[in-house]
């Protein structure tokens, strides 16, 4: 994760030469399309318009939206401000504030296992004041966990920190672990709803906690 403007440039450039697509969710579209533009001293990033105008819309109408694409085996984030519809060289484009944060992170590492039934997730309260809001754990590893939101209203941007989160174990215990947000992005249930799948770092890991990933692990 890097809040260096030049790493940040280099990485986006990267993306930007490769014509990568990037990707925001939103509740029931996706806006996808390449960087135009990385200027890093003008503070800002181009896009090229969406072809769907209502994605594109979606955009505009946010104060700020988190973007993701996948290059080379690594899943990139980060988060832009204030996107606004411009113009240059006769051509219709989407502009953003610069990123003050990137987070890269490559494919896993180390195992998870998927947990079968989920464990329900409580999330009490965090640092950066979002709502208490419940998930449930869908994976489990030694080093991190991945859930899944249902709430259209709750975004969780890269290097959040949530505070308190309440696990509830297999036969009715709990542990309170808090967690650190690597990545969110969009996918579709098999049942055809959409939910937010956040991929977290596990920044206090109980006993209990541990005892049940090794459990899983068969370890």
Same mark, same amino acid.
Not at 177 to 204: F, H, K, W
Not at 208 to 216: E, G
């Given at each position: 994760m890097s809040r260096s403007a030049t790493e940040i440039a280099r990485v986006l450039d990267k993306i930007k030469?490769?014509?990568?697509?990037?990707?925001?969710?939103?509740?029931?579209?996706?806006?996808?399309?390449p960087l135009?533009?990385?200027d890093p001293r003008g503070g800002r990033i181009v896009f090229d318009r969406s072809p769907n105008e209502e994605a594109n819309r979606a955009l505009l109408?946010?104060?700020?939206?988190?973007?993701?694409?996948?290059?080379?085996?690594?899943?990139v984030e980060f988060v832009a401000a204030k996107p606004r519809a411009v113009t240059h060289h006769g051509r219709s484009l989407?502009?953003? +504030? $610069?990123?003050e944060l990137l987070? #890269?992170?490559?494919r896993r590492q180390h195992e998870r296992i998927e947990v079968k039934p989920p464990l329900p997730l409580r999330v009490q309260a965090d640092e950066d004041g979002i709502m208490p809001f419940d998930g449930m754990?869908?994976?489990?590893?030694?080093?991190?966990? +991945? $859930?899944?939101?249902?709430?259209? #209203?709750i975004t969780l941007e890269p290097g959040t920190v949530l505070r308190g989160c309440r696990i509830q174990l297999p036969g009715g215990a709990e542990c309170v672990s808090d967690l650190e947000v690597r990545y969110s992005q969009a996918i579709t249930l098999p049942n055809g709803?959409?939910?937010?799948?956040?991929?977290?770092?596990?920044l206090s890991p109980s006993a209990a906690l541990?005892?049940?990933?090794?459990?899983?692990?068969?370890?």
């Amino acid at each position: 994760m890097s809040r260096s403007a030049t790493e940040i440039a280099r990485v986006l450039d990267k993306i930007k030469n490769e014509r990568v697509l990037v990707t925001a969710f939103f509740p029931n579209l996706t806006f996808q399309s390449p960087l135009y533009m990385v200027d890093p001293r003008g503070g800002r990033i181009v896009f090229d318009r969406s072809p769907n105008e209502e994605a594109n819309r979606a955009l505009l109408s946010r104060p700020r939206c988190a973007f993701h694409c996948e290059m080379a085996g690594w899943h990139v984030e980060f988060v832009a401000a204030k996107p606004r519809a411009v113009t240059h060289h006769g051509r219709s484009l989407i502009q953003c +504030g $610069f990123p003050e944060l990137l987070a #890269s992170n490559p494919r896993r590492q180390h195992e998870r296992i998927e947990v079968k039934p989920p464990l329900p997730l409580r999330v009490q309260a965090d640092e950066d004041g979002i709502m208490p809001f419940d998930g449930m754990i869908i994976d489990l590893g030694f080093e991190g966990i +991945g $859930f899944l939101v249902y709430a259209s #209203s709750i975004t969780l941007e890269p290097g959040t920190v949530l505070r308190g989160c309440r696990i509830q174990l297999p036969g009715g215990a709990e542990c309170v672990s808090d967690l650190e947000v690597r990545y969110s992005q969009a996918i579709t249930l098999p049942n055809g709803a959409r939910a937010m799948r956040s991929g977290c770092r596990v920044l206090s890991p109980s006993a209990a906690l541990i005892a049940l990933t090794k459990r899983l692990l068969g370890l």
